[in-house]
């Protein structure tokens, strides 16, 4: 399955992975534009948390939990402590690994599940064998590129994207399933008048880079957001900046519009107040 537009167990769903597990893992601006990229496409807030009057580094805590198979497995293996022993605190912090685990599971777990556990599909037994699981599918709904899919594997149930074959090598942006999902919502909660959500400098390189290498090379989709973000990578300052400057100008333009949209809300409100006290 692929670990674009993949659901959470509450059926939450989550943004296409823009890059592997083991480049976040190497490389950090790459980890922070996508933990960014991630918060925004979920609405939740994302801050650098400080423990013991020092700022947390969520990259190495990202790597250290993943290193040793994850949030769950670190829980269940009581590995908290092993994990706060290296961010160094010092002794007068106390409950360092509550701390630590109450941040993970804020900021990174539910980003772990796109870009690391989804990332671990292919099942291998200690021998290095493949294990020979029992699935069973059910298709839950269609678009465009295929069908959101229910699995059962053996007795756990998993959801995904199915695409059409002539679709397999398609790499959605982020921010196009942002704008997807927000309007959803907005149709969910009957407001088409609700403003689109501001993208990021690294949303609109992506959206341009994108263009311009599928037009360039249309048959390797799969590489492009590694590309993509290489390219990121080696903007000069002053490049980068010009990118930067659309995303601040875009999330003006977002406070703006919403700052409208709320005072328009609260007029609507005052008149129906009056209307019900008529």
Excluded: C
């Amino acid at each position: 399955m692929s670990p674009a537009g993949i659901f959470g167990s509450d059926g939450e769903s989550y943004p296409v992975a823009l890059a592997s597990h083991d480049d976040l893992v190497k490389d950090s601006s790459l980890f922070w534009e996508t933990l960014q990229s991630f918060h925004r496409f979920m609405g939740t807030p994302l801050m650098v948390p400080v423990i013991g009057g020092k700022e947390l580094n969520l990259h190495v805590l990202y790597t250290e939990v993943t290193k040793r198979g994850g949030f769950d497995k670190v829980v269940r293996l009581k590995k908290w402590r092993e994990v706060s022993e290296i961010f160094g605190f010092s002794t007068t912090t106390t409950s360092a690994s509550y701390a630590l685990r109450k941040r993970y599971m804020k900021f990174l777990y539910h980003y772990e599940i796109v870009y690391f556990l989804s990332s671990k599909s292919s099942t291998h037994s200690d021998s290095g064998g493949f294990i020979t699981l029992e699935a069973t599918g059910i298709i839950d709904n269609k678009f465009e590129y295929g069908y959101l899919v229910r699995m059962k594997l053996d007795s756990e149930i998993l959801h995904g994207v199915l695409y059409h074959p002539q679709h397999k090598n398609v790499i959605i942006p982020n921010m196009d399933l942002t704008t997807s999902r927000k309007r959803r919502n907005r149709r969910k909660s009957g407001d088409p008048t609700r403003p689109k959500t501001n993208r990021s400098g690294y949303n609109f390189f992506f959206a341009e880079k994108h263009a311009e290498l599928k037009s360039k090379y249309p048959d390797r989709e799969r590489e492009f957001t590694k590309m993509i973000g290489d390219s990121w990578n080696n903007l000069s300052p002053e490049d980068k900046s010009v990118y930067q400057k659309q995303g601040l100008e875009d999330k003006e333009r977002y406070q703006r519009e919403m700052a409208e949209y709320k005072e328009r809300a609260k007029h609507l409100n005052v008149e129906y107040d009056l209307r019900l006290m008529e």
